[in-house]
């Protein structure tokens, strides 16, 4: 009797078991995994044209005469250049080292070299040693590897900076990864990136961008603390990072993407609007609330066959519409950009003090 009871309870415990694996199968079929979504964000342009009743600055027909105070972004990251540089010629006299910036430039991207030549010289105007590391496109994806964990290895180098972005045959993530986080002065390392999210944690590294975002609204007198926040694009680099720290000042965030519905319409509720989508002219004045401070990170060229390179550059932001609504805005170019270099410069200081426990 007992043998049966037993039995019918194996029986049962097989049945049970061969459901709930068919269950889990059919679950698993049409149920993706949590970290499985990952489509990509692609913006489209808005068109260049508007109808005047789209626009919330015009009236009667002709635009408002009150335009946005222009934040100036040069002058601001020349004045924080100055207080580096000084801080430099201070740790020089007081013991003899100077902070030390290594850089890796992978293939002939003339954005690339660009950018790469204005962060050397600026190194350079503040006293801080450079190296540049130059390879191939083609080369393999251990030599940049190789590279990075020579510079990590290197004591007089505080920070290392991967210019992005990377030839595709590579992944960016496992080099980025390979950085020391002691000399991620971009802040691209997992763990700055969890540390800036999580209250309490302090990341070594603020990413260079975004904390650059908010250094102009914090000199520029912009409160932050109760305001709605609307971020545009959240990219690893600049959109994610920039929504933690504006979250860290208090604002209430939304972050917008691709997929999101209506983008108009959210973007008109903010007191703060951050665009870093990288979509010449996406955020017309009719997205903007009245009042509203624009922090314009795209940097996009145009055709323009007046200019001396046959282009020219603007923002996310439709500059002209926006100028007329807000009450603050940065320029494109002159606003987010230079600011960016001044926080890589902060951050290889910071790094070196911590180094050579400089006070």
């Not at 946005?68 to 972004?73: C, E, K, L, R």
């Not at 190194?123 to 940049?144: A, N, P, Q, R, Y």
């Not at 260079?208 to 305001?227: D, N």
Request: glycine share 8%.
């Amino acid at each position: 009797m007992q043998r049966m009871v037993v039995g019918r309870l194996v029986r049962k415990k097989a049945l049970f078991s061969a459901s709930t694996s068919r269950a889990f199968k059919s679950f698993n079929t049409i149920a993706p995994s949590l970290l499985d979504l990952d489509l990509p964000d692609i913006w489209t342009s808005n068109p260049t044209e508007t109808t005047n009743h789209h626009l919330p600055f015009l009236r009667n027909g002709a635009a408002s005469d009150q335009f946005a105070a222009v934040i100036d972004g040069k002058s601001i990251a020349d004045e924080i250049r100055s207080g580096i540089a000084g801080e430099v010629r201070r740790m020089k006299h007081s013991i003899g080292k100077v902070p030390g910036l290594a850089v890796i430039l992978v293939g002939q991207r003339r954005d690339s070299q660009t950018y790469v030549r204005n962060k050397i010289k600026a190194c350079g105007e503040v006293g801080i040693t450079s190296m540049l590391e130059e390879l191939s496109d083609d080369c393999g994806e251990d030599k940049v590897h190789n590279a990075v964990l020579k510079f990590n290895d290197n004591p007089s180098v505080h920070g290392i900076l991967v210019q992005l972005p990377l030839p595709q045959h590579m992944d960016e993530e496992k080099i980025l990864n390979a950085v020391s986080l002691q000399k991620d002065v971009d802040g691209f390392h997992p763990l700055n990136i969890g540390n800036l999210a999580m209250r309490g944690r302090e990341p070594l590294f603020i990413p260079c961008t975004p904390k650059g975002c908010i250094e102009l609204l914090v000199r520029s007198g912009v409160e932050i603390m109760g305001k709605r926040a609307v971020v545009i694009g959240r990219s690893n680099i600049v959109g994610l990072p920039i929504s933690l720290l504006l979250q860290r000042h208090h604002a209430t965030v939304t972050l917008l993407h691709a997929f999101t519905k209506s983008p108009e319409e959210i973007t008109r509720e903010a007191d703060i609007v951050v665009s870093a989508v990288g979509v010449a002219n996406l955020v017309r004045g009719s997205w903007l609330k009245p009042g509203a401070v624009v922090i314009d990170v795209g940097t996009n060229p145009v055709e323009d066959c007046n200019s001396e390179h046959g282009y020219r550059l603007v923002g996310d932001v439709c500059y002209d519409e926006a100028v007329k609504v807000v009450s603050t805005i940065t320029p494109v170019p002159g606003g987010v950009g230079p600011m960016t270099i001044a926080m890589l410069l902060g951050n290889t200081l910071d790094s070196a003090k911590r180094t050579y426990r400089f006070g």
